[in-house]
């Protein structure tokens, strides 16, 4: 009789909860809006965040819901703009040139070539290395190669050769920025993917006081802005950049005459 | 007991997770970084909290008419897994922000052990229904103090340099039994001493 009595509670409650849970997911079923489950499926899914959204989904749903803008997804490209355009019936210009950036380490020094001002040992971290006067390096604005960017790299583009130098592989890197965000001397920049050559120099001090710190940094002697005007390099706060868009025909000429070996062919 | 001694008690004294050891799983999984760790302390705290009246209710509205109170563990069980999952639903149709927070969390509750264990706690230590809330709260909230305590001492441990042997996981459970030997400092003479028994 107990057993019975204890079979027909435990059945009876069990019963109710399921009916009652089953009932209760029909009455509360939350409409999904039939736009946004053709945008989910469509994103890139690497919840890299530049879009300024906490995910790709949160990216979806605001474009179906808050008619957010179409064209915020870097991973994306092109290509994802084309598509998300077409679900939600709007026209958006695409340039089909758009010139790809990548991220790059403005910086070539290394143990043997920059100076140290003190023994760093602490966590590898480059912002906590940061904390205590700039880092370790003589030049405070060069690459700490503790590899804060490899960790918040979504797609493992980033990473370390046998040197010590933070490489970045090209065809992996996505255009996210955090590297960039993250990077505490600021020395990590997005630079066009189709540039023939790059600038490997983040430090804006004068020439005398970079050749103290390290032996290949820009010491802005502007030879390669004076001698070499067709060269596309431009000399601002003694720190040298390299512009693809303008003329460049001089651009190897200039990178033979660099006195400190900088400009480099990528 | 006074309401005041039953949250030290479960705060301090009986931490679910640091002297009575439930709930481990939860504690070690989602204390990697503090942010998670705060939205699943409040999600246990929530549960505890509700789970506690009704299974409360149930008990002494239904097992013990029937003195059935042999089946307590599996109607507690079923209450717990059922409460949750309408709980779940409930959120997100009133409230999707907090579902957005709390949402991947409140499945992992629903068969945690800390939760059926202050329900059968409750009983066995005979208390009246707004003990039995206080009592979930104060669970809640102790589960909460260790895991956000773990999560700070982890989001460290990450940057530190650990030998590789103890990075990781080894080195969150030293870390761990460490923190529930300083727990030990609490005990029942607290009580004593501060005239609340």
């Known amino acids: 009789m107990n057993i019975l009595l204890a079979l027909i509670t435990v059945a009876l409650l069990g019963g109710a909860f399921g009916f009652g849970l089953s009932y209760a997911e029909k009455k509360l079923a939350i409409k999904k809006d039939e736009k946004l489950l053709e945008l989910e499926p469509i994103m890139p899914g690497v919840n890299c965040g530049v879009c300024g959204y906490a995910g790709c989904n949160a990216y979806a749903s605001a474009i179906a819901k808050e008619g957010a803008e179409l064209n915020l997804c870097a991973p994306g490209g092109p290509d994802l703009v084309q598509k998300i355009s077409e679900i939600m019936g709007m026209v958006v210009e695409v340039d089909p040139n758009e010139r790809r950036k990548v991220a790059h380490v403005m910086c070539k020094g290394n143990v043997e070539f920059t100076a140290k001002d003190y023994v760093y040992d602490g966590p590898m971290d480059c912002n906590a290395a940061h904390l205590l006067m700039g880092g370790d390096n003589t030049c405070k604005d060069g690459c700490l190669r503790m590899g804060s960017c490899i960790k918040v790299c979504p797609t493992d583009a980033i990473s370390k050769d046998s040197d010590g130098y933070i490489v970045i592989d090209e065809a992996k890197c996505i255009s996210c920025e955090k590297c960039v965000a993250i990077c505490p001397t600021h020395v990590m920049q997005m630079i066009y993917e189709d540039s023939e050559y790059s600038i490997d120099c983040n430090s804006k001090l004068p020439g005398g006081r970079v050749r103290k710190f390290c032996s290949v940094g820009c010491i802005g002697c502007k030879i390669c802005e004076n001698k070499y005007p067709e060269s596309g390099c431009k000399v601002e706060s003694y720190l040298a950049y390299f512009d693809q868009a303008v003329p460049h025909s001089q651009i190897a000429e200039a990178a033979e005459a660099c006195p400190t070996k900088i400009i480099i062919k990528r | ?197």
Request: charged share 5%.
């Open chain 2, 1 to 197: 007991m006074s309401y005041i001694a039953i949250l030290l008690t479960f705060i301090f004294i009986n931490n679910f997770i640091l002297v009575q050891f439930l709930g481990l799983c939860p504690f070690i999984g989602v204390s990697k970084n503090s942010a998670n760790a705060i939205g699943m302390g409040a999600s246990v705290t929530f549960v505890t909290t509700v789970a506690s009246v009704v299974t409360w209710a149930i008990y002494y509205f239904l097992l013990v008419p029937m003195s059935l109170q042999y089946l307590q563990t599996l109607t507690f069980i079923l209450v717990i897994a059922s409460l949750v999952q309408l709980l779940e639903m409930v959120i997100r149709k009133i409230s999707p922000a907090l579902y957005q927070a709390l949402g991947i969390y409140l499945p992992l509750i629903t068969t945690n052990c800390a939760v059926l264990g202050i329900a059968i706690i409750n009983i066995t230590n005979g208390y009246n229904v707004m003990e039995a809330f206080t009592a979930g709260f104060a669970a809640g909230a102790g589960f909460t103090l260790a895991i956000v305590l773990m999560s700070n001492i982890r989001e460290k441990l990450d940057l530190m340099p650990v030998r590789r042997a103890f990075r990781g996981m080894p080195i969150a459970f030293i870390s761990a039994g460490i923190m529930a030997l300083s727990f030990m400092a609490f005990d029942k003479s607290l009580l004593t001493n501060l005239h609340l028994v």
